[in-house]
């Protein structure tokens, strides 16, 4: 599975919009890029995922360039709620399937009011 | 979505004993569940890999005789720690896997926090 460099932690004010980027160097062709939050003491939730270019849902947007060599999640308007731990996870198919999810360090975002 | 519960929540016991966690998936019939270990600010690590009716697939480093995974159906997966120690302390979660006609989808547990004395 490809390995994932995120930032270690990011600050935001309430009402900003974040982007938390991913790099994946080594993605393969059939590699799809997923990402999870975590909040402490809870399983993580799946946010969104994707393959290329652009695809948004009503949590977030996902930005994928034409090399696919990184990503970017990207959360309007973030509340204090969204304070959590973000995941990017690169592996074959989609969500998971038979293919153990293999976490990295992940992004510990702290929004503030 | 698909819901995949975890019982108990949270356990305290002594070193030495042994505690059981489960992971159900309740509205769907997961043929494979996946157990994860997560220490305190670190990520999720995982633990090993649980077919329905197989023996579980370890990762390196996890001991199967201390972590005795029994996926017994396709429901319920069962995760015993063996002679608890303090050690052992964690945050314990499942996935479970929901191979659906439209989807092949994960869906992670909530999680059990063991804390051994």
């Known amino acids: 599975l490809a390995k994932t460099t995120q930032p270690i932690s990011m600050d935001s004010y309430e009402g900003q919009e974040v982007n938390i980027t991913c790099s994946h160097n080594?993605?393969?062709?059939?590699?799809?890029i997923t990402w999870y939050q975590q909040f402490p003491s809870q399983g993580p939730r799946f946010i969104i995922q994707g393959y290329k270019t652009k695809v948004t849902n009503e949590v977030a947007s996902l930005f994928i360039p034409a090399d696919r060599k990184s990503s970017t999640l990207s959360l309007p308007r973030v509340s204090l709620s969204d304070t959590a731990v973000y995941y990017c996870l690169v592996g074959p198919g989609l969500i998971g399937g038979n293919t153990p999810l293999v976490f990295g360090k992940g992004t510990r975002l702290s929004v503030i009011a | 979505g698909a819901v995949v519960s975890q019982h108990p929540s949270w356990v305290i016991c002594k070193s030495g004993t042994s505690v059981k966690i489960e992971c159900r998936s309740l509205?769907?019939?997961?043929?494979?569940m996946f157990w994860y270990r997560q220490f305190p600010k670190q990520s999720l690590m995982l633990m090993a890999t649980s077919n329905e009716g197989s023996k579980a697939t370890y990762e390196q480093g996890v001991e199967k005789d201390k972590f005795l995974i029994n996926h017994a159906s396709l429901t319920l997966s069962t995760l015993t720690v063996t002679s608890a120690h303090p050690e052992d302390s964690s945050f314990y979660i499942c996935?479970?896997?929901?191979?659906?006609?439209?989807?092949?989808?994960?869906?992670f547990g909530p999680g059990t926090r063991l804390t051994v004395l």
């Open positions: 996935s479970a896997r929901d191979p659906g006609v439209l989807s092949d989808t994960q869906y």
């Open positions: 080594n993605i393969a062709t059939n590699d799809y």
């Open positions: 509205d769907f019939q997961a043929t494979t």
